[in-house]
């Protein structure tokens, strides 16, 4: 009684405001006629609220008699014939002979106005039973429903379950699909028949990943449906390569120059998809405003609010053809779509809202005793209705929850005494039902329709997720038809619940069966990456190109992967290929020219020596220093032959020998040449009376000289090869170090350096001394030729330094030999050449008496 008292409290209070939405004509206020319903006795009432208007009443500002003064207005054909399918479903299950054989269910329904103010005042009027209903010509008390088929928008299921919800009152919707209504503490008496708008998030967001859109733009509504919707799409992309090109909101009063905006919007974005989540009056206005513009380069994404929204094409044309729509999974039911098209002037519409609806949609009058007053035509022969534009997955589900309902009650009925789910086993009243009873067989309740579908509610009030994915094309007699391309099932699992059949999608946009493209950025080929554009999604991105030595074989790679060790990208950056050895080979141009030019060099060091050893007894031979010469031929053979221990491929032992091989060979040469220049300024000192310097620069003070210079330069290779010795290398090198350069490391700076060091410094001296005694008087006076062999040698080896250093890979060899050959060809040259001149060209020359002519 306290409940009743509740509720009849504030029906009481909101009731009127329904009342008067409806347009009654009943005279008292007091009994709150619902005369905008339909109603049919029964021995258990279902409620049920559609919103057979779109637009609620307008409030009178004045409050006169508490009662506003305006009426609902905009009929919705669509939602009608979903009021139509409850009438229908309830008497299918009156005339089944297995369902409720010993009880017949009634209906009271009515039109909730699009409006949650509205559809919870229709609420309160259906439970508290204080109310009176339209029959015929008389108004008659209303009996109390327990249980209510509704409603459809979100918004007013949010507010109708928290109000009812407090009394045990179960609310069964057929299209409330908000995610939030899934909050058993708050809405422990809602249950629906259509998925949660959480899986219809999972079916847009797959959907938008499968074929590939990355660039997408979300219109939503504002109100729970839009606002849920909108945020668990974002969620569930969150995390992909899919981003919001914008989120636009429409108002719940939008204005013609805010749908515009939002309009212009969406023609200035490189978003080819939009998804508009809204509910279908608002998204109407907002395509109205589209097909208005002009707008047919875009493909639509429809949620099931308006996704088989036929009527649509009755003022779009062929614009939205190419629609995707996220649909509620429907099946057929058998004559229900003759019995939704069988209004005919035959079947005379005899309830007041049936009326309304008819003259609203047609433009016509029902009234056979007035005919000539009439100022718009008689509402006959009607014909048939489209059916199929009032979408056959929202009837579905009005289906489903009417026979959730019945079953319920006939497991109420079926319950054996004793046995029962309450207290002491007791089993629940049926005349009157109680709503908590009621509400715990409903929840409880699994039933196959008679269209062979399992139906169940999970323990949110849930059914399992399962869509149709439709398609908007032109069918064979050039209309607007929704063909099914796929479809989504929760229970198959995350990688298999969505199945979508692309080759017979018609898309949008103008696109025909080519898959539209919608991205920010275009995908980045195999051989670059992928960098996000500065202050913009991840979707807007920039394509960079994979550094040297690095790849990416797959398109829109984020990151380049680096190759492994001796391995290198091709030019294209797709793969690594293995990195060409370079060393200065003797199969190398460069290297077969430098060890042509060292084997020359040591064949003309050979010629050279074999000349001077048989001409050995002449006097320019003797005159010379035959020994010292012949040493200085061996040493310099050794220099030539040394060059080649730098081609070829480094070893360890190639390494040591070719520098140590370098430093002593060129230091014997070097004391061979500094012995001879010391000679020279002795021999001519030692002519001046009273000189007797020459004692002390005989042969074996020559050797000894000799011996001690090389055996300074052997001490050091012997340490630098101790310490730290050359050995081979690997360096990336050649064109953007696509190449491994083998080379030989020196190991030792500072050994290479004083082996260098030293050649420079024996080098340095015989230049000087040479050079001063270059104007000694003699026919044949051997200093200014060892001045002009120093003075290329020392030219070589300071050029050598900063072209050694600068020289890049396989060239820093070269350079190395080359100066080698430079060097060794100086030295042989201006030393021998003048010889080997006299010697074999003018051998007259080739006496005692030139020799020491002035």
């Excluded at 009056?281 to 949620?303: F, G, H, M, Y």
Aim: contains cysteine; glycine residues 8%.
């Amino acid at each position: 009684m306290a409940v009743d008292a509740w509720l009849w409290a504030i029906g009481f209070l909101v009731g009127p405001v329904w009342v008067h939405s409806l347009g009654l004509s009943c005279t008292q206020l007091q009994s709150r006629c619902i005369s905008g319903s339909l109603y049919k006795d029964g021995d258990v009432i279902i409620g049920g609220l559609f919103p057979v208007h779109f637009k609620g009443p307008v409030p009178d500002r004045k409050f006169t008699e508490r009662v506003p003064a305006g009426l609902c207005q905009s009929v919705n054909l669509r939602l009608y014939l979903w009021l139509q399918t409850m009438i229908f479903t309830v008497m299918e299950i009156n005339q089944d002979p297995n369902l409720l054989p010993n009880l017949t269910l009634g209906y009271l329904v009515a039109d909730s106005c699009l409006s949650e103010a509205s559809a919870l005042s229709a609420a309160l009027s259906l439970v508290t039973g204080n109310v009176k209903v339209v029959s015929g010509e008389e108004c008659t008390r209303a009996p109390t429903v327990p249980v209510i088929i509704g409603d459809t928008l979100s918004a007013s299921s949010i507010v109708l379950a928290d109000t009812l919800g407090v009394f045990g009152i179960p609310l069964v919707s057929y299209y409330a699909s908000c995610a939030c209504l899934s909050d058993r503490k708050r809405f422990p008496t809602f249950m629906r028949t259509i998925p949660s708008n959480a899986f219809q998030a999972k079916v847009i967001a797959h959907l938008l990943l499968q074929v590939g859109w990355s660039w997408v733009g979300v219109i939503y509504g504002d109100d729970a449906y839009g606002e849920t919707s909108a945020q668990l799409l974002v969620n569930e992309v969150q995390g992909s390569d899919v981003c919001m090109a914008y989120m636009e909101i429409i108002p719940k009063t939008y204005t013609v120059s805010k749908l515009g905006q939002i309009v212009e919007k969406i023609q200035s974005s490189k978003a080819q998809v939009v998804v508009i989540l809204a509910i279908i009056a608002e998204s109407e206005a907002l395509l109205r405003e589209a097909v208005k513009r002009n707008v047919t380069d875009k493909q639509w994404i429809a949620p099931t609010a308006w996704s088989t929204a036929g009527y649509y094409t009755t003022w779009s044309g062929f614009t939205l053809v190419g629609t995707i729509g996220i649909a509620i999974r429907s099946d057929e039911v058998q004559g229900l779509s003759s019995y939704l098209t069988n209004v005919t002037s035959e079947h005379y519409p005899t309830e007041e809202l049936e009326q309304n609806v008819w003259e609203e949609s047609f433009g016509c009058k029902f009234d056979k005793e007035n005919q000539s007053s009439l100022s718009r035509p008689q509402c006959t022969n009607l014909g048939n209705v489209q059916v199929q534009s009032a979408g056959f997955d929202g009837m579905y589900a009005v289906y489903k929850a009417v026979y959730a309902v019945a079953h319920a009650i006939q497991d109420m009925l079926d319950c054996v005494p004793g046995k029962g789910p309450f207290k002491n086993g007791e089993c629940p009243e049926i005349k009157p039902i109680i709503p908590e009873q009621l509400l715990y067989y409903i929840r409880a309740v699994k039933f196959t329709t008679p269209t062979g579908e399992r139906v169940y509610f999970d323990d949110n009030g849930d059914p399992t997720g399962s869509y149709d994915i439709v398609n908007w094309q032109i069918g064979s007699e050039g209309k607007v038809e929704f063909v099914k391309v796929g479809n989504f099932d929760s229970s198959r699992g995350p990688d298999k619940d969505l199945e979508l059949n692309i080759q017979n999608v018609v898309w949008g946009g103008g696109w025909g069966k080519k898959v539209p493209v919608s991205v920010c950025s275009e995908s980045c080929p195999s051989g670059s990456r992928k960098a996000v554009q500065k202050g913009k999604p991840i979707c807007c991105f920039d394509c960079i190109h994979c550094a040297a030595g690095e790849i990416s074989n797959a398109t829109d790679s984020t990151e380049c992967m680096k190759c492994p060790q001796r391995f290198w990208s091709n030019t294209d950056r797709t793969e690594c290929i293995p990195m060409t050895e370079e060393f200065l080979s003797f199969q190398d141009d460069m290297g077969i020219i430098l060890a042509a030019l060292s084997v020359a060099g040591a064949a003309l060091t050979g010629t050279v020596l074999a000349a001077f050893y048989r001409h050995r007894d002449t006097p320019l031979v003797r005159a010379n220093n035959s020994e010292l010469s012949f040493l200085l031929l061996l040493s310099l053979k050794l220099c030539f032959l040394c060059a080649l221990a730098f081609i070829g491929r480094p070893v360890p032992w190639s390494c040591m020998l070719r520098h140590t091989l370098f430093g002593i060979s060129f230091v014997v040469c070097l004391a061979c040449v500094l012995s001879k220049t010391v000679v020279v300024l002795v021999a001519f000192r030692a002519t001046l009376p009273g000189s007797n310097l020459m004692k002390y620069f005989g042969p074996l003070q020559q050797r000894a000289g000799i011996f001690f210079c090389t055996m300074v330069q052997v001490g050091i290779c012997v340490v630098w090869l101790a310490l730290a010795p050359p050995l081979p290398t690997e360096t990336a090198g050649g064109e953007l170090g696509a190449r491994i350069v083998l080379l030989c490391a020196v190991g030792s700076v500072v050994g290479f350096s004083l082996v260098l060091g030293y050649i420079g410094l024996l080098a340095s001296i015989c230049f000087l001394l040479a050079f001063f005694a270059r104007k000694l008087p003699d026919n044949f006076n051997e200093a200014k030729f060892i001045t002009f062999s120093m003075l290329i040698f020392c030219a070589v080896w300071i050029t050598f330094v900063p072209a050694y250093v600068s020289s890049p890979g396989r060239y820093t060899v070269a350079v190395e030999v080359f100066a080698i050959l430079a060097s060794s060809y100086g030295l042989l040259l201006c030393i021998f050449a003048p010889k080997c001149y006299i010697i074999l060209l003018r051998p007259e020359r080739n006496t005692k008496k030139n020799m020491m002519a002035k």
